[in-house]
């Protein structure tokens, strides 16, 4: 794809996220297909979430207690793992898991119905795509996301913990501990901030690329192979401007947690 098509197909994206934002304020949702919409990307997708943030917090505890052991500071494992998670590893990685797995079948469902005029029967039926197609996925996005991100959370947590007793003696009571002191509020809210951002951006492109596919069979496996490149890069650049915005501002959280 050119650069020009893809900056196209961005831009597209964008409007439709305005679109959908005005449906919705005005009270337009089909809620049926956003229910079926929602098991899709929530329950469908909650197995291989649960064991990767089971997995990431086992490594990154492996990663990281040794060190913090010799250093002396075996109190603050918990709290980096804590801090880890909630603000970056937990809300990425599942959006990347997301982008992967639903935002490709946005993108394969939708070009799928576009290349055989599925797409033109439902303009002359008189049926907006983009309210009954692109509004429910976005949603479901939006709201589910932030869920699984909840729950890859408490197993990253949990696997890290597991870690930390068996292998580094490290008592459950102080990884607990550790991770009051350190873990905010704010931090957990700021991971649902950024969970909610993925979603949209996942379901904008994975449908939009989708509804703007042409060109057959061939055509489909381009536009989501396409898509799901495109959103792993929205999901990692408006990553870095959510951490500056959101985390920019804030002080020695690790010093903090260790006194």
């Known amino acids: 794809m050119k650069?020009?098509?893809?900056?196209?197909?961005?831009?597209?994206?964008?409007?439709?996220?305005?679109?959908?934002?005005?449906?919705?304020?005005?009270?337009?949702?089909?809620?049926?297909?956003?229910?079926?919409?929602?098991?899709?990307?929530?329950t469908d997708s909650l197995t291989i979430t649960l064991v990767t943030a089971l997995f990431v917090g086992?490594?990154?505890?492996?990663q990281v207690?040794?060190?913090?052991?010799?250093?002396?500071?075996?109190?603050?494992i918990g709290g980096v793992l804590a801090i880890?998670?909630?603000?970056?590893?937990?809300?990425v990685l599942t959006a990347v898991i997301i982008a992967g797995r639903i935002g490709s079948a946005f993108a394969a469902e939708l070009g799928t119905m576009e290349v055989t005029e599925q797409i033109d029967a439902l303009y002359i039926l008189r049926t907006?795509?983009?309210?009954?197609?692109?509004?429910?996925?976005?949603?479901?996005?939006?709201?589910m996301i932030p869920l699984?991100?909840?729950?890859?959370?408490?197993?990253?947590?949990?696997?890290?913990?597991?870690?930390?007793?068996?292998?580094?003696?490290?008592?459950?009571?102080?990884?607990?501990?550790?991770i009051q002191s350190f873990l905010t509020t704010w931090d957990v809210i700021t991971s649902m901030i950024k969970s909610a951002v993925f979603g949209a951006l996942i379901a904008a492109i994975g449908t939009t690329w989708g509804l703007t596919t042409s060109g057959g069979a061939k055509g489909?496996?381009?536009?989501?192979t396409s898509a799901v490149v495109t959103a792993l890069l929205a999901i990692f650049s408006s990553n870095f401007f959510l951490s500056w915005m959101l985390f920019?501002?804030?002080?020695?959280?690790?010093?903090?947690g260790i006194r």
Not at 66 to 73: C, L, R
Not at 84 to 91: G, K, M, S, V, Y
Not at 128 to 134: A, F, K, Q, S, W
Not at 248 to 256: D, Y
Request: glycine fraction near 10%.
């Open 128 to 143: 907006d795509p983009i309210d009954y197609l692109v509004t429910p996925r976005i949603v479901a996005c939006i709201l």
């Open 84 to 91: 880890a998670i909630t603000r970056e590893l937990a809300p």
């Open 58 to 62: 086992a490594v990154f505890t492996i």
């Open 65 to 76: 207690a040794k060190e913090f052991i010799n250093f002396g500071a075996q109190q603050a």
């Open 220 to 224: 489909v496996g381009e536009s989501t």
């Open 248 to 256: 920019g501002a804030i002080g020695n959280t690790l010093s903090r």
């Open 148 to 178: 699984l991100t909840i729950v890859s959370l408490i197993t990253g947590l949990g696997g890290g913990m597991v870690i930390a007793q068996s292998l580094y003696g490290i008592s459950r009571i102080t990884f607990v501990d550790s």
């Open 3 to 42: 650069l020009t098509q893809w900056l196209v197909k961005l831009i597209q994206a964008l409007l439709i996220l305005g679109k959908v934002t005005v449906l919705l304020l005005r009270g337009r949702l089909h809620r049926r297909n956003t229910i079926e919409q929602m098991a899709i990307v929530g």
